[in-house]
């Protein structure tokens, strides 16, 4: 087991995480691993839950609510030996402004730099003076490592420079050590720390967020899961994803189910559906032992009738499936997803069959995409019928292979991607194809919104819809749209995201 025995005599540290909006499953699992060798563990949590989400935002509002100088007093006035922020690109800047102020305060704390963010563009995270050791990919030893072999003698620290997966400024230069390869027995990390996230915010319990897999086995253009595989690749490491076991699985779950918070549970495994011999014994066991309405997403390949039947007799209330485009060839060319109009379609029905909503993703603004794209997206997302169209416009994240593609069709330029790379997302062009086309775009947004609602009858509105678009405002149809549709289909993101943000206790 990770983590298993003490950390050695004086070295039990005191780790301070840092995060923002929502629970991190990866740190529930960090600090899972350093709680079981003895280390003081804790999290400063802002809860921003307004700030990375794309339908509303209130920066009046958040600014008030800014929890940063309180973190960095915590960091203080605890003592603490690190500062440890996990970072996705949305709150990298962030994360920076909380660090540079905890070296201020506190100069011999550490600052330790993981997260998606870190491990797609380590150079770039490497610039900063405030980001003291930055820990690329999985973390679980790393860290650990990081913790216990860091030296504090004589008032200030030095960290070891030979310790896999961590980058450092040394004193002759950048240290840049390789991954070591991914954990091959998930059944090794000892169950995440759940109550890390649930003592700030008790409402996060319940709706449980379960992950019974690690990454997964396709490798769409704009995802970060691209990027990771080829990370991993340059150390010879092929796995594209590893499963936990089932018995470990559900042991977790039935803990949850116990202590009687849980209403709902949410997989968020990258794609739960992929693995036909692990759901076998999983759904009937989950079925008959937990018995929780559950959402996970899923992938249109990979599914047949039979076993959506038995995700449904499990108790599957909703599934998300990513469509991403009605055109194949945007959807081949561009996202690296190959799977035919024929396949989304009967997977798509399957899972309406047996009683599931259905909700599918939809990107906007892919390059190259045009008129004939736009009208191939409703035609196919029309016959999905789903019960609900999510669309986001395309965003290029760092490393991705989407920003080579984007850069080879003139789309982003040199400097957007300095500039994402740093953190900067609002300095992209959101994207080049909304900003040419604004009107085109928002008339899609609004169809999209609208087939849920009024089924086959939303073609007859176009007309209606396409002189509304040119309205001033008219972007404003879409959310509401949105919100209404949530209201329809029983979906309550919006209200726990309220109670997130009112729910949190103090730091
Ligand atoms: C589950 C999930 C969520 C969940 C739960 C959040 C979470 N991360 O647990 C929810 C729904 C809340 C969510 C929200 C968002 N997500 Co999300 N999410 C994922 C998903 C599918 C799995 C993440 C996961 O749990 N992996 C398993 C754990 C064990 O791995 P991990 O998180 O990478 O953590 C490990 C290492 O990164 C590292 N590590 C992590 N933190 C730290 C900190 C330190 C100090 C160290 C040393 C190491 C370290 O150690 C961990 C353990 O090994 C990923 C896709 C993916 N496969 O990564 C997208 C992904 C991370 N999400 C993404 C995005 C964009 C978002 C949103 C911004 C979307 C939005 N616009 O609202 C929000 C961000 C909200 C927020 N700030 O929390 C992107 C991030 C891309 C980027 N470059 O920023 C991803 C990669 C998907 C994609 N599009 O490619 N997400
Ligand atoms: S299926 Fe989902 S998680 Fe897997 S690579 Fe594609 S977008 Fe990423």
Redesign the pocket.
């Known amino acids: 087991m990770l983590g298993e025995g003490q950390a050695p005599e004086g070295r039990c540290r005191r780790v301070l ?1 840092v ?9 529930t ?2 600090s899972a691993v350093l709680k079981a060798r003895g280390h003081d563990v804790r999290l400063a949590f802002d809860p921003q839950v307004f ?4 339908l509303v935002r209130l920066p009046g509002v958040m600014q008030r609510l800014d929890k940063t100088k309180q973190i960095i007093e915590l960091a203080r006035s605890w003592q603490a030996d690190f500062l ?8 990298f800047r962030w994360m920076l402004e909380v660090a540079a102020g905890v070296k201020r305060a506190r100069p011999e704390c550490v600052t ?9 563009v380590p150079e770039a995270v490497l610039e900063y003076e405030e980001v003291d050791v930055l ?1 690329r ?4 030893e ?2 650990m490592e ?1 913790v216990e072999r860091t030296d504090f003698a004589g008032g200030g620290f030095s960290v070891p420079t030979d310790l896999k997966n961590v980058w450092m400024r040394g004193p002759d230069g950048p240290v840049r050590n390789p991954l070591r390869p991914y954990i091959a027995d998930l059944d090794s990390v000892p169950m995440r720390d759940f109550q890390l996230f649930y003592n700030k915010v008790p409402v996060m319990e319940e709706n449980y ?1 379960c ?1 019974g897999s ?3 086995p396709y490798a769409c253009s ?4 691209e990027m ?1 595989h080829r990370n991993y690749a340059e150390i010879g490491d092929k796995q594209r994803y590893r499963r936990r076991s089932v018995d470990a699985t559900i042991a977790e779950l039935a803990i949850i189910k116990a202590r009687g918070v849980a209403k709902t549970i949410s997989f ?1 495994d ?1 794609v739960f559906t992929v693995d036909r011999r692990w759901l076998d014994p999983f759904l009937e066991r989950y079925r008959d032992e937990i018995g929780l309405p559950f959402w996970c997403y899923t992938y249109p390949s990979g599914l047949d009738d039979d076993l959506v039947r038995r995700i449904a007799e499990a108790g599957a209330w909703m599934m998300t499936m990513g469509v991403q485009s009605g055109s194949k060839e945007v959807r081949r060319d561009m996202m690296n997803r190959r799977e035919s109009d024929e396949k989304v379609l009967s997977t798509a029905a399957s899972i309406k069959r047996h009683g599931i909503l259905l909700s599918v993703d939809k990107i906007i603004g892919a390059p190259v995409e045009g008129p004939v794209d736009r009208r191939k997206d409703l035609e196919l997302f029309r016959r999905l019928q789903p019960d609900r169209i999510l669309t986001f416009p395309l ?1 290029y ?2 490393g ?1 292979d989407m920003v080579r593609k984007g850069l080879e069709a003139g789309e982003l330029t040199a400097e957007d991607v300095h500039a994402m790379d740093h953190g900067h997302l609002e300095q992209q062009p959101l994207n080049g194809r909304l900003v040419a086309e604004p009107r085109a775009y928002r008339k899609l947004r609004i169809q999209m919104g609208l087939i849920p609602f009024a089924g086959r009858h939303e073609r007859r509105l176009e007309p209606l819809v396409d002189l509304v678009s040119r309205l001033p405002g008219s972007g404003a149809i879409q959310p509401v749209l949105l919100a209404a549709n949530a209201l329809r289909i029983g979906d309550s993101k919006f209200s726990y995201l309220l109670k997130v943000m009112a729910g949190a206790k103090e730091l």
Not at 84 to 91: E, Q
Not at 112 to 120: A, E, L, Q, W
Not at 222 to 225: A, D, I, N
Request: net charge negative.
């Open positions: 995480f995060y923002n909006s929502n629970e991190h499953i990866g740190v699992y960090l700030r990375g989400e794309p440890c922020c996990s970072c996705y690109t949305d709150n330790v730099f993981g997260g998606v963010h870190v491990t797609s820990v990919g999985e973390a679980e790393a860290l990081v967020l992950m690690r990454s997964c704009y995802c970060s899961v990771y968020m990258d965003t994240f760092p991705t």
